[in-house]
């Protein structure tokens, strides 16, 4: 904008200082929420999955149905996105082209009752109970908020959409030396990925984009799946746990406990996202 308004003043048209625009925008957009309320900022291409939409992706995905795809290719999915649906992670903190905050197994971190074990074959095996550690992220770029805000998950045999399985299944398809673990993702592209060779490299975000709008196609109509995004992940864990009612929460978690788990840092953000029904 500045250097265009360099530009455009040799040439006799003055363009405000970036300041008063953004401040005139600002301005607009309180407006406009004030005259239809928050809820016309949540975003089309972030609307949540139901439980039926996310067992349809998981029958499709263990079933290796899509045409053209390997079979790791299909258990990398459906793992990335049991991890995501349960921890709340972005596509950048997944992708090597999201900077240099994405996932890699030292993340991850696991445990035999309440004592945290060495990452062997064995442990994990055996292991009852992980822990991931939050990284990085736009909201968070030195992870100085969230960094010590470690994400627990209980191994429960047949529990739906359980990140702590699919770590698991990570593991042990790709197992990986200890001393590569910081180096080594926790999704990528199987294919370039030889065991007992170096750490492979992070997906891109165009891989993982691809990827998931053909599963879309697969489980829901054209209209359906456009309003549907990777962050739909995101939206889904704030709504379920802003569902999760019980006799100690009748109204569901709170929105403090939401933006925490989601690693969000704008109460407005977490308000407008739980607000979406599933």
């Not at 627990?152 to 042990?172: N, P, Q, Y």
């Amino acid at each position: 904008y500045k250097k265009s308004r360099w530009v455009l003043r040799e040439l006799g048209c003055l363009l405000p200082p970036l300041d008063k625009v953004r401040k005139t925008l600002k301005g607009l957009l309180r407006s406009y929420v004030l005259k239809y309320d928050d809820a016309v900022l949540a975003p089309k291409r972030k609307q949540p999955f139901s439980r039926a939409q996310e067992a349809r992706m998981q029958a499709i995905l263990e079933s290796a149905a899509i045409p053209g795809w390997t079979a790791a290719e299909h258990n990398m999915i459906l793992d990335a996105i049991r991890v995501s649906r349960c921890s709340g992670a972005r596509k950048a903190e997944l992708c090597l082209d999201g900077g240099d905050h994405h996932f890699t197994r030292a993340h991850v971190l696991w445990y035999i009752g309440n004592k945290e074990v060495e990452p062997t074959i064995e442990n994990i095996m055996r292991a009852n109970r992980v822990v991931v550690i939050p990284t990085a992220s736009k909201a968070d770029p030195i992870n100085m908020f969230w960094g010590s805000y470690r994400i627990t998950f209980d191994r429960i045999e047949g529990e739906h959409m359980s990140a702590a399985l699919a770590l698991k299944h990570l593991e042990l398809a790709f197992p990986c030396a200890v001393e590569d673990r910081r180096k080594f993702p926790l999704v990528f592209d199987p294919s370039k990925y030889a065991r007992g060779g170096p750490p492979p490299p992070a997906v891109s975000r165009s891989w993982l984009t691809r990827r998931f709008a053909t599963l879309l196609r697969e489980v829901m109509d054209e209209k359906l799946a456009a309003e549907r995004s990777w962050h739909s992940w995101r939206v889904t864990l704030a709504c379920a746990l802003r569902a999760a009612v019980d006799a100690q929460h009748p109204e569901g978690r709170s929105l403090d406990l939401i933006k925490v788990f989601g690693r969000w840092r704008s109460d407005d953000a977490v308000k407008i996202l739980s607000l979406i029904h599933i």
